[in-house]
DNA sequence: TTGTAAGCGTTATCAC
DNA sequence: GTGATAACGCTTACAA
């Protein structure tokens, strides 16, 4: 194992100080031109590599933030990842991933390993088992920077960006009334999760607001999964009054139940109005495209990371302000729903 | 910002030396068991966490180690980020992602931070722009083991994870013959990259060996886009005689040939039978189900990952033997493809 | 403008 | 069994 070269090398070769050589390494104002050029040769001639590590020992900064999602290959998380990516590279920042696959113990275990490795900064989205949360809080006491995205819990003094699930909920019943639709049913996801939750209250609401009147058989809980969504419609087509409107807090489930619907001859959208939630790729593939309504992942990662880039500006002169922010569902009409 | 406890506030706590708690935290066999025992207690108290950074300058090991894809959002690279992730956590390590987008200079910085940062080891798939290969080279004088997979170039002495593109390509090919088409025409990738230019060959091999002609013709390059899809159907169908079969190297030009036949009222797979590549989701949720070659992008993330480990025992040994794994495509007969 | 020396938190090598 | 000390590579008062 060849060892790399050190501020030593370089200063052994031009018989200089270490730290003669480390000051002209970050050009320091007070080192004259010529020395400044004579270490930045010696160090191209050494190949000559920071050593960030030791840096960071020093420093207490390692310019390493960490994220923490259920999973990392689906297209929420991974576009959203990609977005804080590319905000925060350009800062000199690394990003590292952890999953928690919807468990509160590995969620745990992550977050501790994260702050042992002195992150600067931790992004994360909870995991649906993630009811007690007396890891966070201890986290929060260790002062690195939390900012929750998407899945939050509400703790004092930790920022969140999240979409309006609400309104996304009520945008999505509301269209659907729109269309025509009197007897409206909502796939809902589930309900531990605020972000569920919240879509589930739009929709009621938006009902309500309708006068249309809410049922409780109406309501049919899935996994986000297409084989939910065949369940749903077997099992609501057995209603003496089946829907005319399906809002579905999952796009897989959207697609399950127009499978399901198809093999029963039922037309979409003139005999049901479907709409799904996450604006998956595939949505606007199909022949028969899917309305959806779009999170915008990527926009939200790069909110995120703006909120931590105002946190260490903000930090570094001793204030501190706790952001809340929400942005707005984009909700995309598509044949699934369109009935003109 | 509160710092946290180091040894030293265990060892002033408890009148014994820093060493010795070292040791303590470590289990070193040679601590008594009382002291061991006063120690964790005490660390607990004190909510003592691991430094795991001073730990890393000392050892020269950082339990971190590096990916560089394209981009990561995409269902390939984060399926297979995914794999590295779940293997090598266990074993204690966090995953560092980085994009190059495509871009070789980007590409060469990403590499570069990362070996600044220490990393035990650097995984990466090469840019459509990567020719010139110096500093994959000179990173490779680091003695940082580098790990190539899917997209490689050839370096002695770097371990390579791929997937048989060739076979890929021979097999969707034949698949399409032994359905009675003989007019095969393929959408090709970027030739630049390896794997494309593999697909191509398979494709070029199977025609051959099935005694049929190769037209220069019925080639289209694509850049893996719907549009690039419709495109090429559009100028396929201009010839004197059009294809009735399509190899695409990518599933998202096989279903925007798919979207451009069925305007055309051509119909798939009677008239033209299509076959893509990837496996992308979408792919088995259409009405009519895309056929396509799959990369098993998790499995190859996972031997990536082992083969990584096997490389750091072997390397403690002073072994080190160059590992050329090549992984099966895995062809799903769908629909489109499908005559019966 | 540059040098000296201490320190970041660990661990390994000697001692005792 | 345990303690003292040096070292990992860098930055930064304080001196000169």
Known sequence: MKKSATIYDISEKLNISAATVSRALNDHPKISQKTKE??????????????TLAQALKSGKTNNIGIIVPYI????????????????????????IC???????LERKQLNTLLNAQVDGIFMSVSKTT???????????????????????????????????????????EHLIKQGCRRICHLS??????????????YIDALKDNKLTFKEEYVFPIKSSIEDGVEAIKTLWNLSSPPDGIFSASDYAALGACQQLKK??????????????????????????????????DIMGKISA???????????????????VVLNPQIHIRKSSKRK
């Not at 991974?78 to 977005?83: E, K, Q, Y």
């Not at 029963?264 to 899917?290: H, R, W």
Request: no cysteine; hydrophobic share 35%; charged share 25%.
């Open 38 to 51: 004579l270490v930045m040769k010696a160090a191209k001639e050494l190949n000559y590599k920071q050593n």
């Open 73 to 96: 290959n689906t297209n929420f998380f991974s576009s959203l990842i990609r977005g804080i990516e590319e905000e925060l590279s350009p800062h000199g920042y690394h990003v590292i």
């Open 99 to 105: 999953q928690s696959h919807e468990d509160v113990d």
């Open 131 to 173: 009811e007690d949360i007396s890891h966070i809080e201890a986290a929060k006491e260790s002062n690195t920077p939390i900012i929750f995205f998407d899945r939050k819990k509400d703790i004092a003094g930790i920022s969140t960006v999240t979409i309006d699930d609400y309104k996304g909920g009520y945008l999505a019943t």
């Open 189 to 202: 996801g589930d309900l531990r999760l605020e972000i569920y939750q919240n879509r589930y209250n739009g």
């Open 264 to 297: 029963k001859n039922i037309s979409i959208p003139e005999d049901v109005a479907i709409i799904g939630f996450s604006n998956e790729p595939f949505t606007q593939y199909m022949e028969l495209p899917i309305s959806s309504v779009d999170q915008t992942p």
């Open 306 to 324: 703006q909120v931590f880039l105002e946190y260490m500006n903000e930090n570094f002169s001793g204030i501190s302000i706790e952001k809340k």
